[in-house]
């Protein structure tokens, strides 16, 4: 894998990003986590992240390690914690430090609530919705929806975690970027996994994610989804009309 598409992955924030995103995906009260299932979810992920990059997953892979010996200590039987005892809690632990990042993530998600709303007046709707998509009610993904959609379509053209495959893809970033932006202009809208039709290599199929992963960072695209693990679309984001562009720069 080249520099050039190393750099993308910082989209994925970190460890405690990934873990409040299993915590919420699953509908869970934080201080209810269960850490077995949690450690084996991440892994998933981890997975993943290293068919992307090994190094970019390094950082995830010290708190794989840490979850996976919480994961061994919760299966053995233990004595009863005393209150006193609870600083040597692991799950204690981790509930204080995802408590303290989700604090962070609320205050930023509310400082830039105001910044989001007044670019959602400027933005056109997509033009030549498919009539499937009409009325219905999307919301926007993360980036965790996509790694994950991303591993179910490796799962199913039998390239998943664990497939070794020595093929390297020398096709540039930037075409991929320019083949997804003409696929949906031309449809007005497409799904996730028809991105990958007619890729052929593991490079290939990591290549044109990445690609997706850049143009929506640089907000070229948005993707939404009706409800977890349901289908994943992707729209262009339309330019401001001139008019709006004015007035946000007199307001």
């Known amino acids: 894998m080249t520099e050039e598409y190393r750099v993308q992955l910082d989209v994925f924030t970190g460890p405690l990003d990934l873990l409040l995103y299993l915590v919420r995906r699953d509908e869970l009260d934080?201080?209810?986590?269960?850490?077995t299932r949690l450690a084996d979810q991440y892994l998933d992920y981890v997975h993943l992240?290293?068919?992307l990059d090994p190094n970019a997953a390094s950082e995830f892979l010290v708190m794989a390690a840490t979850l996976a010996e919480w994961k061994s200590r919760?299966?053995?039987?233990t004595p009863p914690?005393?209150?006193?005892?609870?600083?040597?809690?692991?799950q204690a632990n981790l509930v204080r430090k995802l408590l303290e990042y989700k604090r962070?993530?609320?205050?930023a998600r509310?400082?830039?609530?105001?910044?989001?709303e007044r670019a959602k007046r400027f933005v056109r709707a997509p033009a030549n919705l498919p009539p499937e998509l009409q009325g219905v009610e999307l919301e926007e993904v993360e980036v965790w929806d996509l790694l994950s959609a991303f591993g179910r379509v490796m799962?199913?053209?039998g390239r998943g975690p664990g497939v070794h495959e020595v093929r390297y893809d020398d096709v540039p970033l930037e075409q991929h970027q320019a083949d997804i932006m003409a696929l949906i202009s031309a449809r007005g809208a497409t799904t996730f996994r028809e991105l990958f039709d007619g890729t052929e290599s593991k490079a290939q199929i990591v290549?044109?994610?990445?690609?997706l992963l850049e143009l929506l960072r640089t907000r070229r695209l948005r993707a939404e989804q009706e409800r977890v693990f349901g289908e994943i679309y992707l729209f262009l984001l339309a330019e401001a009309e001139p008019e709006a562009e004015a007035e946000a720069q007199t307001a």
């Open 30 to 35: 934080i201080q209810d986590i269960s850490l």
């Open 49 to 51: 992240l290293e068919e």
């Open 74 to 77: 919760a299966l053995l039987p």
């Open 81 to 90: 914690l005393d209150a006193a005892d609870d600083a040597d809690d692991p």
């Open 104 to 107: 962070f993530k609320d205050a």
């Open 110 to 116: 509310a400082l830039g609530a105001a910044a989001d």
């Open 155 to 157: 799962t199913s053209i």
């Open 207 to 211: 290549g044109r994610f990445l690609a």
